[in-house]
């Protein structure tokens, strides 16, 4: 079972950083994982942030594309989002999630929506003031 843990939420004013961190347990290493970063706002659906896929390749959401980074560690169990430039609209809950992923020489899955994805940690909240 895997288990995931976020943490480095605060509260920023406009402009400011935070970078989060997620911990995860239970991996397999027989098993490939697509992992991300999605957030909630009150009364919004969850959205996804940014993505790395068991290839390796990162995508972003247009919203915070050239502000946020998706990364992982160098034990691959832990995944970090530094949040540059940040807004008010950035205010959310913010998850880590994961997933056993298919990838081969011709085909690589990429699960985008929040509803593909298997394991998710408690969250950590992000206030961006103006």
């Known amino acids: 079972q895997v288990h995931l843990v976020e943490s480095g939420g605060g509260s920023v004013q406009a402009g400011g950083s935070l970078r989060l961190s997620c911990v995860a347990s239970g991996y397999t290493t027989v098993s490939r994982y697509c992992v991300a970063w999605f957030r909630q706002a009150p009364e919004r659906s969850r959205e996804g942030v940014a993505y790395i896929d068991s290839d390796g390749i990162t995508t972003y959401a247009d919203s915070v594309k050239g502000r946020f980074t998706i990364s992982k560690g160098n034990a691959l169990n832990n995944l970090y989002l530094q949040m540059n430039s940040l807004k008010p609209e950035d205010t959310a809950m913010y998850y880590c999630?994961?997933?056993?992923?298919?990838?081969?020489?011709?085909?690589?899955?990429?699960?985008?929506?929040?509803?593909?994805?298997?394991?998710w940690g408690l969250g950590t909240q992000v206030t961006v003031s103006s």
């Open positions: 999630a994961a997933k056993v992923c298919y990838c081969s020489s011709s085909y690589c899955s990429r699960p985008r929506a929040h509803s593909e994805y298997s394991y």
